[in-house]
């Protein structure tokens, strides 16, 4: 089965910008699949924060909820068979543990979508650790 596998996490202070990756340790190919990031702060459910339809099976899509819409961006790279998440103006809330994930449907879809991965979804990563400097 195809684990996901999540980097890039770091301390960081108040409004600065990261990027974060997932890709998978097998050969699985992600351009086929709709990709969701979620985090998980403490004592807290799994929340999604964006995903992004395939590219090559539909129309490349995405969606962000309005908790972080404006500031977050994920993008895929097909050659490198890796999606990212590129955060900016990060606040307090930020400093938590992202995750990748996907419900190996095609489409984002946003709530549901997320909804479905969580549900669904056996192999998480370990996810990638973000913390505050300040």
């Not at 403490?42 to 924060?49: A, I, N």
């Not at 938590?96 to 984002?108: A, F, Q």
């Amino acid at each position: 089965q195809a684990q996901f596998v999540e980097s890039g996490g770091r301390s960081v202070q108040p409004g600065e910008s990261l990027r974060l990756s997932c890709a998978t340790h097998s050969g699985h190919n992600l351009q086929y699949a709709a990709i969701g990031w979620f985090r998980q702060a403490p004592g807290k459910e799994r929340e999604g924060v964006g995903c992004v339809s395939s590219d090559t099976s539909g129309d490349g899509s995405t969606y962000y909820p309005e908790s972080v819409k404006g500031r977050f961006t994920i993008s895929r790279d097909n050659a490198k068979n890796a999606v990212y998440l590129q955060m900016t103006s990060l606040g307090p809330e930020a400093a938590t543990v992202y995750y990748c994930g996907t419900d190996w449907g095609t489409h984002c879809s946003g709530d549901y979508f997320f909804r479905r991965t969580m549900k669904s979804f056996s192999v998480w990563g370990q996810g990638t650790q973000v913390t505050n400097s300040s």
